[in-house]
């Protein structure tokens, strides 16, 4: 059973970067895509991007001149970092894997409350 | 980019009672939809896609149909494990949207 966790602060300032890593377990990296979403505080799915495990990437226009996704397959992770936060950034960051045959999202992480506060 | 909408916001239903939620897409989507359940606390998951497929180990009551730009999730009889946060998402092209969901709730 392929499980996701992020991890990272769950404090950033505001105009610092966010960082986030998400780790998969039960299964590899390797021929998927993989992706980050984010759900502000009692609102809806925003999705900001995505990136295959050889480091091909595309972003959501809306947030595409901030945010940098990577991966690294010898730790069977990938990570997100968000640039410039303002409160609006403050959400549940989710990852999540992206199916093998259609851009829906079929294992998520728990999610990781990132709060942009100085 | 494709705008989702859904309706209503809020939906009270009694537990057994069928409940209907309704995904509006700003454009042709074709039938790539899918609709998604979120419960208080945790990640949301996928229950249908291609706008009626449901996903491995959903329950046959829940059923969705539409293509083009509307779309319904149909729960046929309502479950207490099913009082949760409804979200629709197209994947016809980048970037993916979601709707702002449908919280159904215990009349």
């Known amino acids: 059973q392929v499980q996701l966790q992020e991890s990272g602060p769950g404090l950033v300032k505001p105009s610092e970067t966010l960082s986030l890593t998400c780790t998969v377990s039960?299964?590899?990296?390797?021929?998927?895509?993989w992706s980050w979403i984010r759900q502000p505080p009692g609102k809806g799915l925003e999705w900001i991007g995505y990136?295959?495990?050889?480091?091909?990437?595309d972003y959501n226009p809306s947030l595409k001149s901030r945010v940098t996704l990577s991966v690294d397959t010898s730790k069977n992770q990938f990570s997100l970092k968000l640039s410039s936060v303002t409160a609006a950034d403050t959400a549940v960051y989710y990852c999540?894997?992206?199916?093998?045959?259609?851009?829906?999202?079929?294992?998520w992480g728990q999610g990781t409350l990132v709060t942009v506060s100085s | 980019e494709i705008v989702m909408t859904q309706s209503p916001a809020t939906l009270s239903v009694s537990p057994g009672e069928r409940a209907t939620l309704s995904c509006r897409a700003s454009q042709s989507v074709s039938s790539n939809l899918a609709w998604y359940q979120q419960k208080p606390g945790q990640a949301p998951r996928l229950l249908i896609f291609?706008?009626?497929t449901r996903a491995t180990g959903i329950p046959a009551r829940f059923s969705g149909s539409g293509s083009g730009t509307e779309f319904t999730l149909t729960i046929s009889s309502l479950q207490s494990e099913d009082f949760a946060v409804y979200y629709c998402?197209?994947?016809?092209?980048?970037?993916?949207?979601f709707g702002g969901g449908t919280k159904v709730e215990i009349k």
């Open positions: 291609g706008a009626s």
């Open positions: 999540a894997r992206v199916t093998y045959t259609m851009p829906l999202f079929d294992y």
């Open positions: 039960g299964g590899s990296i390797s021929s998927f895509y």
């Open positions: 990136i295959y495990y050889s480091g091909s990437t």
């Open positions: 998402q197209h994947y016809n092209n980048w970037p993916l949207t």
